[in-house]
């Protein structure tokens, strides 16, 4: 399975002011199996700590914080001699072993020319809390779902190479662009977990797929009954179910009654920050205008929540395959195709997504920054051609770059270009 975060951990290694790395997301998103193949493509061995299937190792760090002390040890654990830069030590859920996370700062103090990466579950909540970890000794780097270039390299290969030869701003022939909707279609079933996309590219079987995504669900759950620590899991638990229901209505925009009847802010803010924080949700602001930078104008109180997998959204909500497969509207569809395109944005183009809602008549579903301008992006379902918030955009404020998704093809419709779904994490169609 190839994973295009990959290429960072390559460049991880080459950095000269390389750090300890630490990887975080959710759980599942495929943490351990990277750590492991990028130690199998790029070191001549690696030394393997989990901390939560051996809790000896634990009192090893606990024992010692010497970098020296402890390279010793896990080296005669494993049998073999720890090299700098050959061999790659990783740390596996190391959010059960403080003292391993600790263990980070003096490695880069005292031995930074030995390769160390850590991974845990959940690891994101306490990396979020203060002087949880050390702060400026180590490099973070995001690991999500598969996007859909991932989605079709794994369970589409015969695609890929069409995928990638599409050209930017040319109109694709409608036999490709048929295959490549059908595609679409069923990242939207399947999502981008890696056990979800491995076992339909093996067995083609939608039963096993959402089986395995009904499982994860209940996983997430129990994850935040068990390991919320200080914050009230039943209001965590409110927040997680209230998805489905916030993304059906019109006005996506998170609404704290629907969460609970008379619920305020301040109840459930904490709650917010645990499942952002964990991967689990995403949030994008809105923005009190469109300039730039769009951070400066993020209203922090004025937000939407997106689950961070298509697939596991759409197993939430309980929707049929017949309905995305035939092509059929139902109210959630709008949706499921905003979070995928979103899905897409954060994978992809490794920029943070605000939208624009500065009234109740207009919204922009999403605003990008790419260097200094503001990109408008419209989100559509099915091949529909209705834009009047983005035509009402694009005339007030005149961007340079404008692109509406949905599944019809490439075309230059005027001020703003109609742009296929599939080719949202696309960058060079922002050139």
Not at 11 to 23: N, S, T
Not at 123 to 151: C, D, I, R, W
């Amino acid at each position: 399975m190839l994973r295009s975060v990959m290429k960072a951990m390559k460049a991880w290694k080459e950095a000269p002011d390389r750090k300890p790395l630490i990887l975080k997301g959710a759980r599942q998103v495929g943490k351990t199996w990277l750590m492991k193949d990028f130690a199998r493509q790029e070191y001549q061995d690696m030394v393997y700590c989990n901390f939560d299937e051996d809790e000896s190792l634990g009192d090893l760090f606990e024992r010692t914080k010497a970098p020296g002390r402890l390279l010793e040890q896990l080296g005669l654990i494993n049998g073999l001699k720890i090299k700098p830069g050959k061999t790659l030590i990783i740390l596996d859920e190391v959010q059960e072993c403080p003292a391993a996370l600790n263990s980070l700062k003096y490695f880069h103090e005292q031995a930074n020319e030995y390769h160390v990466v850590a991974a845990g579950s959940l690891l994101g909540t306490y990396l979020a809390e203060p002087k949880s970890y050390p702060v400026g000794q180590v490099n973070l780097l995001n690991v999500y779902p598969l996007t859909f270039h991932e989605f079709l390299q794994a369970a589409e290969p015969t695609l890929t190479t069409l995928y990638e030869s599409l050209h930017p701003h040319e109109e694709i022939p409608t036999a490709f662009h048929e295959r490549l909707l059908e595609a679409w279609r069923t990242y939207l079933i399947v999502g981008g977990m890696p056990e979800c996309v491995s076992s339909w590219a093996e067995h083609r079987d939608a039963g096993r797929v959402e089986a395995i995504q009904k499982e994860l669900l209940s996983v997430y759950e129990n994850d935040i009954t068990k390991h919320n620590k200080q914050i009230n899991a039943g209001r965590i638990l409110l927040v997680y179910r209230s998805i489905v229901p916030q993304l059906t209505k019109e006005n996506e925009k998170f609404s704290y009654r629907m969460v609970k009847a008379g619920a305020r802010a301040r109840e459930f803010e904490e709650a917010i920050e645990w499942l952002v924080s964990a991967g689990i949700l995403h949030r994008i602001y809105n923005v009190s205008r469109p300039g730039y930078p769009l951070s400066a104008y993020a209203m922090m109180s004025n937000f939407k929540l997106f689950l961070f997998d298509t697939g596991l959204l759409k197993a939430m909500a309980g929707i049929e395959n017949a309905a995305i497969v035939m092509d059929k509207a139902f109210p959630f569809r709008g949706a499921l195709t905003e979070n995928a395109l979103l899905q897409q944005f954060i994978g992809e183009l490794a920029v943070p997504p605000y939208y624009y809602a500065p009234d109740v008549t207009h919204e922009i579903d999403f605003l990008l920054q790419h260097q200094m301008e503001i990109i408008p992006l419209e989100a559509k379902t099915g091949k529909t051609k209705k834009a009047a918030s983005f035509r009402w955009y694009i005339d007030k404020f005149d961007p340079q770059l404008a692109f509406r998704y949905s599944e019809r093809n490439y075309r230059k419709d005027g001020k703003f270009t109609n742009m296929p779904v599939y080719l949202a994490g696309r960058t060079d169609f922002l050139a």
